[in-house]
C-alpha cells in the first residue's frame, strides 16, 4: 500500500519560513516524479513544484518561484519544500504526489498523478 505522509505545517508570521516534508512508503520512490500543490479555502488547487526521480529537474510555480525550493532524499524516500519569505497568501493545505511518469504531468494533468497524500496546513499570519 503506497502512503504518502506530509509533515512539517503550522503557524509562521509573514517574512518566515517553514520546511514541509512528505515521506513516502510502498513504493521505488526512487523512480518516481514528485512534487507539491496547494489548496486556499474557496480557491482552485495550484501547483507548487515539481522535481524528477534524481532531483536534478525542478519546476516552480510563478506564485513560488525565487521564495520556495524542491529539493528530495532519494536514500529516506523523502520529498521536501523549503518556504522561505512566506506571505499570508501562502496559507493553504499543502499536498505532496507522486507519479511514475515525469514532471509535465503535474503541471497539466495533476488529476491523473498516481499517489497524493493528505496534506498538511501552513498558516501564515500577517
Known amino acids: 500500500q503506497v502512503q504518502l505522509v506530509e509533515s512539517g505545517g503550522g503557524l509562521v508570521q509573514a517574512g518566515g519560513s517553514l520546511r514541509l516534508s512528505c515521506a513516502a512508503s510502498?513504493?521505488?520512490?526512487?523512480?518516481?516524479?514528485v512534487g507539491w500543490f496547494r489548496q486556499a479555502p474557496g480557491k482552485e488547487r495550484e501547483f507548487v513544484a515539481a522535481?524528477?526521480?534524481?532531483?536534478?529537474?525542478?519546476y516552480y510555480g510563478d506564485s513560488v518561484k525565487g521564495r520556495f525550493t524542491i529539493s528530495r532524499d532519494n536514500t529516506k524516500n523523502t520529498v521536501y519544500l523549503q518556504m522561505n519569505i512566506l506571505n499570508p497568501e501562502d496559507t493553504a493545505v499543502y499536498y505532496c504526489?507522486?507519479?511514475?511518469?515525469?514532471?509535465?504531468?503535474?503541471?497539466?494533468?495533476?488529476?491523473?498523478?498516481?499517489?497524493w497524500g493528505q496534506g498538511t496546513q501552513v498558516t501564515v499570519s500577517s
Open positions: 504526489a507522486a507519479d511514475s511518469g515525469g514532471t509535465a504531468v503535474f503541471r497539466t494533468r495533476p488529476s491523473k498523478l498516481n499517489y
Open positions: 522535481c524528477n526521480w534524481s532531483g536534478s529537474l525542478n
Open positions: 510502498g513504493l521505488t520512490f526512487s523512480t518516481y516524479a
